[in-house]
């Protein structure tokens, strides 16, 4: 039986545009894409914020996917924005524009029943949220944190509290080498885990992403082939929940266990950018997931 997972994360409404066209307020934020794609694999506790503009019939199908959302709250004002536009080399965008509204005050609260949660992913927030979220929770079997360069930079004080506290920090190259100063990942990778955390993750975008934990050999996977991207909004975080959704059915003991949950990561993720938004994610079934997990393992096997 799949152990459940904590969320905590942003929940938006973002604007894309790119060469494949463009939506308007769809659904977006950290907590919704981890918690569409993890459900799929495990229950899935989720805590954000929304504004009282939100729309709630774009989550109503979490409600058939296992997801619990009575951490979700409902806060006078609007609801996070975002929006941004992707050129033609999908790896390139700009953001047009960042509204926080009622995010920008947001304060987790871990329903009581959130707080002996197995697994808990922190998505991509201000790590003194991410803070107040481990100082919220009771004795987790494992804990994720994302990161990014914003916080590296503005915060770092209350990020390096918050690896100290992780088992697993999920970072890309440049983040890595921001946080440690190296210039080569395997040594950024190795300070990193000094400090704390049992594995570092680095994604490598369209490259993949590689696994380093202190007793294991370096494990890469490269990223499951997509012909037509259409928006990679959300890729990260749908990553993170193949990862942990995968590692809710297997046992945490097990090195294989954290090589097959990165090939997890990296096929559940290759389906959330073939539409805007949600919209493949949420008509995902664990047969596709499977299937593409076995061509996956026949494309890397020599």
Same mark, same amino acid.
């Given at each position: 039986?799949?152990?459940?997972?904590?969320v @905590?994360?942003?929940?938006? #409404?973002d604007?894309?545009?790119g060469?494949?066209g463009? @939506?308007? $307020?769809?659904?977006?934020g950290?907590s919704f894409f981890?918690?569409?794609?993890?459900?799929?694999?495990? %229950?899935?506790?989720? @805590?954000?914020?929304?504004g009282?503009?939100?729309p709630m019939? !774009?989550?109503?199908?979490?409600?058939?996917?296992?997801?619990? /959302?009575?951490?979700?709250e409902?806060a006078?004002?609007?609801?996070?924005?975002w929006a941004?536009?992707?050129?033609?080399?999908?790896n390139q965008?700009e953001?047009?524009?960042?509204?926080?509204?009622?995010?920008e005050? +947001?304060? %987790? !609260?871990?329903p009581? &029943?959130f707080?002996?949660?197995? #697994?808990v992913?922190?998505g991509?927030?201000?790590?003194?949220?991410?803070l107040q979220?481990? =100082?919220q929770?009771?004795k987790?079997?494992?804990?994720?944190?994302?990161?990014m360069n914003?916080?590296? &930079?503005?915060t770092?004080?209350e990020?390096k509290?918050?690896?100290? /506290?992780?088992d697993v920090?999920?970072?890309n190259?440049?983040?890595?080498f $921001?946080?440690?100063? !190296?210039? =080569?990942?395997r040594n950024?990778?190795?300070?990193?885990m000094?400090?704390?955390p049992?594995a570092?993750v @680095? !994604?490598?975008g369209?490259?993949?992403?590689v /696994?380093?934990?202190p007793d294991? =050999?370096?494990?890469f996977?490269p990223?499951?082939?997509?012909q037509?991207?259409v928006?990679?909004?959300?890729?990260? =975080?749908?990553?993170?929940?193949?990862?942990l959704?995968y590692?809710?059915?297997h046992?945490?003991?097990?090195?294989m266990?954290w090589r097959?949950?990165?090939?997890?990561g990296?096929?559940v993720?290759?389906?959330?950018?073939?539409?805007?938004?949600?919209?493949?994610?949420k008509?995902?079934?664990?047969?596709?997931?499977?299937s593409?997990?076995?061509?996956f393992?026949e494309m890397?096997? +020599?």
């Open positions: 039986m799949a152990k459940p997972i904590l @905590v994360g942003s929940a938006a #409404l604007s894309v545009e060469p494949a463009k @939506v308007e $307020d769809a659904l977006g950290s981890f918690s569409t794609a993890a459900s799929l694999m495990a %229950p899935v506790n989720l @805590v954000a914020v929304i009282t503009d939100f019939e !774009k989550i109503e199908y979490l409600k058939d996917r296992n997801v619990d /959302l009575e951490g979700l409902v006078e004002g609007e609801t996070f924005r941004g536009r992707y050129l033609d080399d999908p965008r953001t047009l524009y960042t509204k926080l509204g009622v995010f005050e +947001f304060s %987790p !609260k871990i009581e &029943h707080r002996s949660t197995p #697994l992913f922190l991509n927030i201000h790590p003194a949220l991410q979220v481990l =100082d929770i009771e987790p079997e494992l804990v994720v944190l994302d990161t914003f916080w590296i &930079h503005g770092p004080d990020l509290k918050a690896i100290e /506290l992780v920090l999920i970072v190259d440049e983040e890595a $921001d946080l440690t100063g !190296k210039s =080569d990942l950024a990778a190795n300070d990193l000094s400090r704390g049992r570092i @680095v !994604k490598k369209q490259h993949g992403a /696994l380093y934990q294991e =050999d370096i494990f996977a990223a499951f082939p997509v037509h991207v928006d990679p909004t959300g890729a990260g =975080d749908t990553f993170a929940a193949g990862f959704g590692l809710a059915n046992p945490l003991q097990d090195p266990s097959r949950a990165i090939v997890n990296s096929v993720a290759s389906y959330v950018v073939e539409d805007f938004s949600m919209n493949r994610t008509a995902l079934t664990n047969s596709e997931i499977e593409r997990f076995n061509r393992r890397t096997q +020599f």
